[in-house]
C-alpha cells in the first residue's frame, strides 16, 4: 500500500451492491476510463469470503489506474493484501472498527477514510493522531435511495459548515449530480463521492466525463487550478 502520496479525491465511484457483479467490472473500468480518481468497493449483502473473491476480481480490473479501498472490511483488505492483491485502503463507517486500529493494523500507507455527518463526529476526527484518516466522506448532500436509513440531508450549505469546521479533506457523498459538483466545490468539497451517477447510468464513461469535469469547473471556480 503506497497510494496516499498525491491522493486525488476529487472523484469517487462508490459501487451499488443493487448491481449485478457481473456487470461491475465493465462499469468500473469504464468509470475509471471517464475520469474517476477512487474506487470504493461498497458491498454489504456477501460474505467475508465472497467479498474477498469480488475484490480480486475489481482489483484485476482497476489494475493500479486508481487507488482501490474497500467499504467497512479491514479484515477483507488485509486478506486481499496477504493474496498479493492490490488494495489502497479501507473507507469506515462509524459502526465499524475505530480508525487508529485501523491505522496500525494496515500500516501508514494505506487509505483511510471515515464517515462523518454530524458535529460530534468531526471532533472525534480532530482528536484522533495526525495521520490517523486521509479523508471524511461526510453526507447525505441529498436524499438517497442508494442507502435507505442515511441521516437527514445536509445540502450544499451544511456540507460547507462541515468542511469548514475541520482541517481534513471532505469528500461530500449522497445523492450527488453533476449540476451539485461546482457548488459542493466551492463550498469546501476535496471531491465527491457517487453510486447511482454512474453505476446506474447507460453509459458509465459519459457519466463520469461530465461529472469530472463539473469538478473541474467547480475547482477553477474555488480557486483551485486545473490539474
Known amino acids: ?60 480490473v482497476v489494475a493500479g489506474r486508481v487507488p482501490l479501498i474497500v467499504d467497512d472490511r479491514v479484515d477483507v483488505v488485509l486478506a486481499a493484501v496477504d493474496a498479493g492483491v492490490q488494495v489502497d485502503g479501507v473507507h469506515l463507517g462509524q459502526e465499524d472498527i475505530p480508525p487508529g486500529v485501523a491505522r496500525r493494523l494496515l500500516g501508514p500507507d494505506a487509505v483511510i477514510g471515515w464517515t462523518a455527518n454530524e458535529a460530534a463526529h468531526l471532533r472525534a476526527a480532530a482528536e484522533m493522531p495526525s495521520g490517523t484518516l486521509d479523508y471524511l466522506g461526510v453526507g447525505v448532500i441529498r436524499p438517497t435511495r442508494t442507502k435507505a436509513d442515511h441521516p437527514p440531508a445536509l445540502g450544499v450549505e451544511g456540507f460547507g459548515a462541515c468542511a469548514a469546521a475541520t482541517s481534513l479533506a471532505c469528500v461530500a457523498i449522497g445523492g450527488v449530480g453533476p449540476d451539485d459538483v461546482a457548488p459542493l466545490r466551492r463550498a469546501g468539497a476535496a471531491g465527491v463521492a457517487v453510486v447511482s451517477a454512474i453505476c446506474a447510468a447507460g453509459d458509465p464513461a459519459a457519466a463520469a466525463r461530465e461529472l469530472r469535469d463539473a469538478e473541474r469547473r467547480g475547482r477553477v471556480a474555488a480557486g483551485g487550478g486545473v490539474r
Request: without cysteine; aromatic residues 2%; charged residues 25%.
Open 1 to 60: 500500500m503506497t497510494r496516499r502520496a498525491g491522493l486525488d479525491l476529487s472523484l469517487h465511484l462508490v459501487t451499488d451492491d443493487r448491481v449485478a457483479f457481473d456487470t461491475l467490472p465493465a462499469i468500473v473500468d469504464a468509470a475509471i476510463a471517464g475520469g474517476v480518481t477512487v474506487v470504493q468497493l461498497r458491498d454489504k449483502r456477501v460474505s467475508a469470503a465472497e467479498l474477498l473473491r469480488r475484490t480480486g476480481v475489481i482489483a484485476g
